[in-house]
């Protein structure tokens, strides 16, 4: 479980100073990073409305440092600076609508402006990585020790039927909604959030859906899928309530950078393994800036058996 220390992770591994064929630099060019990256997670695999691709870089510059995070804010690019990385990735979006200035006034233009003075670049893999194969809930089932059984919306451009979003998983043995929630509580990121639970504590649970993100908008698919057990982030009151009515299905609400998380994790050790094919000298790390917005949480009392107040 990450604790919420702050700081990138160590760098995870250094290759060799030359290639054996001499096809490649061993200090690769931005360039060839981010093909290699466009592999992984093809920018036309991205849904219309998304922003992803490079958003700031030469493609001539060296990248010997790079640094994997959820999100593009000024504490990440900090980090960034201080680690002195050359490429940051991250999952989010800098701008996923368009703008007419990066002025400095402006925190996402101060970003901008941090990262060229500093000669970092900046990638983004946001629902291109989500449906990719691995994905970002396949890293999430990974995190909360789940077999990953299929996609929960599949990818009807992959025939082998292993891209979509979403994934549904089995469990090695049946567990309550109670001990799946902790779970899912010790395993994740810690945030102020916690884990919430829709459905009864002590119903059995075999089968379950993960999305990493929000995922309200998968309850259909979810209900098709006859789980036991749903975990995704940003459930709203409505869709919630809708669902229980609908069916017993358990929902469990966690923080949406908690759920995000683990794909820097798996998207770095990705990033290594192409590292290493190359003959490349390249550091691959991942932070552990909690960037979670909420940042407390005061828990009810015990509920009163006659209702709430007046």
């Given amino acids: 479980m990450l604790s919420g220390a702050t700081g990138a992770g160590s760098g995870r591994r250094r290759c060799n100073a030359t290639d054996q064929t001499g096809s490649l630099a061993p200090v690769p060019r931005l360039s060839e990073v981010i093909a290699a990256l466009e592999t992984l997670w093809p920018a036309e695999r991205a ?7 490079t ?5 001539d510059q060296e990248v010997t440092r790079v640094l994997f995070a959820v999100d593009p804010v000024q504490e990440i690019i900090d980090e960034a600076v201080k680690l002195g990385a050359d490429l940051l990735v991250t999952h989010h979006p800098l701008y996923l609508r368009g ?4 002025a400095a006034t402006h925190f996402k233009g101060r970003v901008v402006h941090t990262l060229i003075k500093n000669d970092i670049a900046l990638h983004v893999a946001h629902t291109n990585a989500d449906t990719a194969d691995p994905g970002v809930s396949d890293a999430l089932a990974g995190a909360l020790d789940l077999r990953v059984t299929g996609p929960l ?5 992959d025939p082998e039927g292993r891209r979509g979003l979403g994934r549904l998983c089995a469990l090695d043995h049946p567990v309550t909604v109670r001990e799946f929630a902790a779970r899912a509580a010790e395993r994740l990121p810690a945030t102020a959030q916690g884990i919430r639970v829709a ?3 002590e119903a059995l649970v075999r089968t379950v859906a993960v999305s990493g993100g ?3 908008s998968l309850f259909d698919h979810v209900r098709a899928a006859g789980v036991d057990a749903f975990l995704t982030a940003d459930l709203r009151h409505h869709p919630v309530s809708e669902a229980r009515a609908n069916s017993p299905l358990a929902l469990l609400d966690a923080a949406h950078w908690a759920t995000e998380w683990p794909w820097c994790e798996l998207a770095a050790s990705q990033l290594d393994e192409i590292s290493d094919r190359h003959g490349w000298d390249l550091r691959v790390h991942v932070s552990k800036t909690v960037t979670d917005p909420w940042t407390a949480h005061a828990a009810s009392p015990p509920s009163d058996p006659l209702g709430a107040p007046n």
């Fill in 199 to 201: 459905g009864d504590p």
């Fill in 55 to 59: 958003v700031a870089g030469d493609p």
């Fill in 214 to 216: 929000s995922g309200d």
């Fill in 47 to 53: 849904e219309s409305w998304d922003a992803v691709g």
């Fill in 99 to 102: 703008t007419t200035t990066v």
């Fill in 153 to 157: 919306v599949p990818d009807p451009t």
